[in-house]
């Protein structure tokens, strides 16, 4: 298998990022290109999840993926190597988060004509990468179980951008001290329009919910 | 019980935060005080952590400890409550780490004078609070097995800055694809020098041999 393609992005110079995230996004729409940003702490089941959905979406939407991270490029091959879909690694050289400048360094790198849904999985981190909009069009984050109830409380703005919530891991759930309902309060508290997902990337449950509310999303996004 | 006390951190002025990282570690060795700075991903397990080891310290160490966060005072209510350490919140007003003088405010609502061991727990993230020197006097992350073991692969920095790695969470090693052996090798790429301890704050394993190395750390920093 050829070698995964890794961008070394660049810190971005210019300095109104959510003007340079609108002029993404109507490029995008013009195009009929879907952006997700996809958020997380590390080890949330990020890759996981993606691999599970990518499976579910073959032959619904054209996709590609770009894998944000600090260093190594683990991601990108792992999903390539499970679901052959396209998929590049952006290396932020040390920063913490991508902004839309950056975003755009990375899709400068797919081959836009011929998708539909871009998944940006961004750095792992619950602060940093909800300040900066991408230029998505929707923003998903993923809870896990392991990581407790609590964290709307503790990064509020991460739980305000999300669009859905995806929570994960359900099949530790009785292993560990997580109330579902309690989280569902608390993120409600931080956005009540988000949509909450139960899944679990390892057994599959919830994922084609998540496959479907895609599918919906790209669809909306190419005829509104 | 009183409302625990919280400090609206402001955000640094001064350029060199290495210098004033040293200075603030002189002054700290000239009081005979140990700063732990104590790192993870949100939800590794920190505060159950801390109050484990807390407990165990009773009699054996002074202690007192700051709960950095981005809002909430959930964390250090629980460990006054729960140990009866004195505790105080930090609000980073959204910033993603602490550096020196960001910590040096903190300590300044500190009983010094009455202490041989402040734990600065850092704010929940995996990157920038490895890019700056807090003026501790030695690092600690914990890295929890649901987060997978391939995390120093992906968060360099933070595995070579740290000391002390504590694998949180033994418990639930049956349920989790990590391997433990790999994940000690991925840290000794990153770090040889670091001491690499599993726990389980939830039942108690491994916790002990936490607390003797803070007793030891503090005893050769205060008779070095």
């Known amino acids: 298998m050829d070698e995964v393609k890794i961008i070394e992005i ?51 939407l054209r996709v590609a993926v770009m894998e944000a991270d600090i260093d190594s490029d683990v991601d990108a091959v792992k999903i390539r190597e499970a679901t052959g879909v396209p998929s590049i690694q952006l290396h932020t050289g040390g920063m913490c988060h991508l902004d839309a400048e950056m975003t ?3 899709l400068d790198n797919v081959a836009l004509q011929d998708v539909d849904l871009v998944v940006l999985e961004n750095v792992g981190n619950l602060v940093c990468p909800a300040e900066f909009d991408t230029g998505a069009v929707r923003n998903a984050m993923i809870l ?12 509020p703005l991460m739980f305000s951008v999300c669009d859905l919530v995806l929570i994960n891991k359900m099949d530790v759930l009785p292993y560990f001290d997580f109330d579902l309902e309690k989280c569902r309060e608390y993120i409600r508290m931080r956005n009540p329009r988000a ?30």
Chains 1, 2 share one sequence.
Request: hydrophobic share 40%; glycine share 8%; proline share 4%.
């Open 10 to 60: 660049k810190k971005s110079v210019f300095a109104d990022n959510d003007a340079d995230a609108e002029a993404l996004r109507a490029d995008l729409k013009a195009r009929g290109v879907y952006l997700l940003n996809l958020m997380s702490s590390p080890g949330s089941g990020k890759t996981t999840t993606l691999i599970q959905t990518l499976l579910r979406l073959e032959g619904r």
């Open 104 to 106: 755009r360094q990375g």
């Open 144 to 155: 896990s179980v392991p990581e407790g109830e609590d964290k709307p409380l503790k990064y």
């Open 195 to 224: 949509k909450v997902l139960p899944i679990c990337a390892r057994t599959g449950e919830g994922v084609d919910a998540f496959a479907d509310w895609l599918v919906e999303e790209v669809y909306n996004w190419k005829h509104a």
